[in-house]
């Protein structure tokens, strides 16, 4: 099983700051099937992006993806106030499908 | 537009039973892999399964073999999870999300239903 982890746990910023955050997997996984949600209190998430840097439909250009093997990034460029919320990686292939813990990003 | 329709909230007994619905509108409901993934509260995702709408063959998450059991209704475009033997650590928000690319299990999670809180307690 392909174990994900991310940092920070929190992430302290103001609007219009940059957020870098981290995922890490467990053994060097295909970055085609690696993927970042956002999640509000009260809601489902969203695909934010899919393959490690493809944004999914909708998703604004400040929002991007990279990384590969094990080490995996989500850059926010300048955050708007809609943005702060709770942030997973996911790798979608495989049995079982997993998800990393998640990094909040909150208003500094 | 794309619509993952759950049913409503459940409160069960511990060794209960308990069944979901996801209703999916505005798409070749045949064409899309269905997962169920949960959410504990305050916690983060653990997958369940993953149902293929089209030949119903199912994967299910080792965690949960034995206890869920997920079908689908093609003529009303709906999957179901029944997930059984409930303890208090089943106490969760479950999510139907469909996988993005047709024809296959391993996409990314694009829609998700708006969940259903089922609440295990005695």
């Known amino acids: 099983e392909i174990v994900l982890t991310q940092s920070p746990g929190t992430l302290s910023l103001s609007p219009g700051e940059r957020a870098t955050l981290s995922c890490r997997a467990s053994q060097s996984i295909s970055s085609s099937y690696l993927a970042w949600y956002q999640q509000k209190p009260g809601q489902a998430p969203r695909l934010l992006i899919y393959g490690a840097s493809s944004r999914a439909t909708g998703i604004p250009d400040r929002f991007s993806g990279s990384g590969s093997g094990t080490d995996f990034t989500l850059t926010i460029s300048r955050l708007e106030p809609e943005d702060f919320a709770m942030f997973y990686c996911q790798y979608y292939t495989g049995s079982p499908l997993t998800f990393g813990g998640g990094t909040k990003v909150e208003i500094k | 537009q794309v619509q993952l329709m759950q049913s409503g909230a459940e409160v069960k007994k511990p060794g209960a039973s308990v069944k979901v619905s996801c209703k999916a509108s505005?798409?070749?409901?045949?064409?899309?892999?269905m997962n169920w993934v949960r959410q504990a509260p305050g916690q983060g995702f653990e997958w369940m399964g993953i149902v293929n709408p089209n030949s119903g063959s199912i994967s299910y998450a080792r965690k949960f073999r034995g206890r869920v059991t997920m079908t689908r209704d093609t003529s009303t475009r709906t999957v179901f999870m029944e997930l059984s033997t409930l303890t208090s650590e089943d106490t969760a928000i479950y999510y139907c999300?469909?996988?993005?690319?047709?024809?296959?299990?391993?996409?990314?999670?694009?829609?998700w239903g708006q969940g259903t809180l089922v609440t295990v307690s005695s």
């Open positions: 505005g798409y070749t409901f045949t064409a899309y892999y």
């Open positions: 999300a469909r996988s993005g690319n047709p024809g296959v299990g391993n996409g990314p999670k694009d829609y």
